[in-house]
């Protein structure tokens, strides 16, 4: 697993990203801060930063240094982002000496409303992903219309000089998983990992790295799709999770595990070789009717407190029919060993295009706004859709415009994520993707420990 250890930088070509059509229509904006002049690093004291009234700008790209200085201390950061471009904060802390056990909580435009809170992913160092969404006009070059603030606490409480830390701000991080071992960036990956692409907006430069190394917590099969969650932000101490449906396996501390069910993998650290945490039955495939060989899922996504699941094949549910290309929405009323919950068909793939391949990675982002729905998706073969090339390694965006059987329309936007451009061999298929983001805690999924 040491080829695995760091990925290394190379540069993706930046002003292709930013002529991607039809981003403004969705505000998913291109990553264009990368032609702005770099700032200097800001490293606020203990004391110029304790409000949100006070809190110094989190540019992108840029690790911010600072310090817990004395017990109940926090600092907050401002964000300044543009609506449906996903987003994550990051911290250095633990992982690095510090005996920070750094809390990250993220506020909406008021600077009290609590939008997301991590504790513990990378080990005791949180990252918090979201999806902004529009919430405030704010000046400047770019008109940026979404505003948050990140707040830095200890979770005991205590502080001191010694309690210091790095933040950053990420733009576009996209986790993907491959049907097939390979390399990017001068590291290895095999199938079942899962590797995060990290651009940095100040540099143009895109990232690898290992985040979930498979062979590290116990999975020798595939990971078909997955999903990157938030800890729950209505408890005081916080996982990350990660939804996962995986290839027929033994899985430790589960048993059996087939592809016609979903697991939960809390996480305690990511990385390579350090990936830890335990895994816990989140849905029962053959108790809402999922039971063949097509009905293997192979596509996974969060819709509001729904998941939106897409299968290898041919099967029926209830009253849905459905194949390799559609997607269907499943309300859950019971999670667990025992699940239960209605299904109906809400993508039809043949509608817009997409009879003749396999849609695999989903991902899916709402506008809370107007309720727009924005689905990136990727295929298991190349296919001309939208008047785009789309090749297995990589993204194209739909903005659904209507859903159901035989009623399904989108307009299709163009390549969300270009493989090619990021350093992927040719060989490259994507099983998985994912931008994070996903907050998803029904009560149905509150037997799961926090």
């Known amino acids: ?151 830095v606490a200890n979770f005991s409480g205590g502080g001191g000089s010694a309690y210091t830390y790095s933040i950053t701000y990420h733009v576009y991080p996209v986790y993907v998983g491959m049907t097939a071992s390979g390399t990017v960036g001068g590291g290895s990956y095999e199938k079942g990992d899962i590797l995060l692409a990290d651009y940095n907006c100040q540099t143009g430069s895109t990232s690898w790295e290992m985040f979930f190394d498979a062979s590290a917590a116990g999975v020798t099969g595939n990971v078909r799709d997955f999903a990157v969650l938030n800890g729950d932000p209505s408890v005081a101490s916080q996982h990350g999770y990660i939804l996962m449906s995986l290839d027929k396996q033994t899985i430790p501390g589960l048993g059996t595990v087939v592809a016609n069910d979903l697991v939960a993998f809390q996480v305690n650290d990511v990385g390579a070789d350090d990936t830890s945490g335990s895994f816990h039955r989140i849905f029962d495939g053959s108790d809402v009717g999922l039971t063949t060989k097509g009905e293997q899922i192979d596509g996974l996504t969060i819709f509001d407190n729904a998941l939106m699941l897409s299968t290898s094949g041919k099967g029926s549910v209830m009253n849905a029919t459905f194949a390799n290309e559609d997607i269907l929405v499943f309300n859950p009323s019971q999670l667990g060993t025992t699940t239960s919950g209605s299904w109906a068909l809400h993508f039809d793939g043949s ?76 060989t490259a298929v994507f099983d998985g993707y994912d931008e994070g983001g996903s907050q998803w805690w029904p009560a149905a999924f509150s037997n799961l420990p926090k």
């Open 1 to 151: 697993m040491t080829g695995k250890r760091l990925f290394l930088n190379f540069f993706a070509l930046v002003l292709l990203l930013a002529a991607l059509p039809a981003l403004a229509l969705a505000q998913d904006k291109p990553p264009t801060d990368a032609s702005v002049q770099t700032p200097e690093a800001q490293t606020p004291s203990a004391t110029d930063d304790d409000t949100p009234a006070t809190a110094p700008l989190l540019q992108c790209g840029i690790p911010t240094g600072g310090v817990i200085g004395s017990a109940g201390d926090v600092d907050y950061y401002r964000i300044e982002t543009y609506g449906l471009r996903p987003s994550m904060v990051s911290i250095k802390a633990w992982e690095v000496g510090s005996p920070l056990d750094a809390v990250l909580t993220l506020y909406g435009p008021d600077g009290t409303t609590v939008v997301a809170r991590q504790d513990d992913f990378d080990a005791r160092d949180p990252r918090l992903h979201w999806t902004p969404q529009t919430n405030a006009s704010l000046p400047g070059p770019h008109d940026k219309d979404s505003l948050y603030y990140v707040k």
């Open 351 to 426: 509608n817009v295009g997409l009879g003749a391949v396999d849609t695999q990675g989903i991902h899916l982002k709402l506008s809370e706004s107007d309720g727009a729905q924005f689905l990136y998706v990727t295929f298991d073969k190349t296919i001309q859709i939208g008047g785009t090339t789309v090749t297995p390694r990589d993204s194209q965006r739909c903005w659904i415009r209507t859903v159901g059987l035989n009623n399904t329309s989108c307009d299709w936007l163009g390549l969300q994520f270009f493989g090619s451009v990021q350093g992927l061999p040719a």
